[in-house]
Nanobody, 122 residues
Framework: VQLQAFGGGLVQPGGSLRLSCVTS????????IGWFRQAPGKEREGVAY??????DYADSVKVRFAISRDNAKNTVYLQMNSLKPEDTAVYYC??????????????????WGQGTLVTVSS
């Protein structure tokens, strides 16, 4: 099982980035993919989740972020708009089978990607 997160970088406040999570080695259609982030000195937190056609988001990113998937490419995307300095973090994608009510629990995910750094600063 492999997950590789791409697309991080430096962006000004109010800007946009799209992260990609390229996966292999498991039944992509069967499992959920979660995006998490970890800011310096803080715990890793759930950002967004997708399983089939179901999605959910952390309150802090609702409206601004959108998660989607391309089953033909085994890839999940996180479109991030209206970025704020507090969105600065290393972003990780992970695969698991959490209940929708528990999608943000790190313990529900089996494998993790290596992370990609997003820095929002002027």
């Amino acid at each position: 099982v492999q997950l590789q997160a791409f697309g991080g970088g430096l962006v000004q406040p109010g800007g946009s980035l799209r992260l990609s999570c390229v996966t292999s080695g498991f039944n992509f259609d069967y499992y959920a993919i979660g995006w998490f982030r970890q800011a310096p000195g803080k715990e890793r937190e759930g950002v967004a989740y997708i399983r089939g056609g179901s999605t959910d988001y952390a309150d802090s990113v609702k409206v601004r972020f959108a998660i989607s998937r391309d089953n033909a490419k085994n890839t999940v995307y996180l479109q991030m708009n209206s970025l704020k300095p507090e969105d600065t973090a290393v972003y990780y994608c992970a695969v698991g089978r959490p209940l929708v009510s528990a999608w943000s629990r790190r313990s529900k995910y089996y494998y993790w990607g290596q992370g990609t750094l997003v820095t929002v600063s002027s």
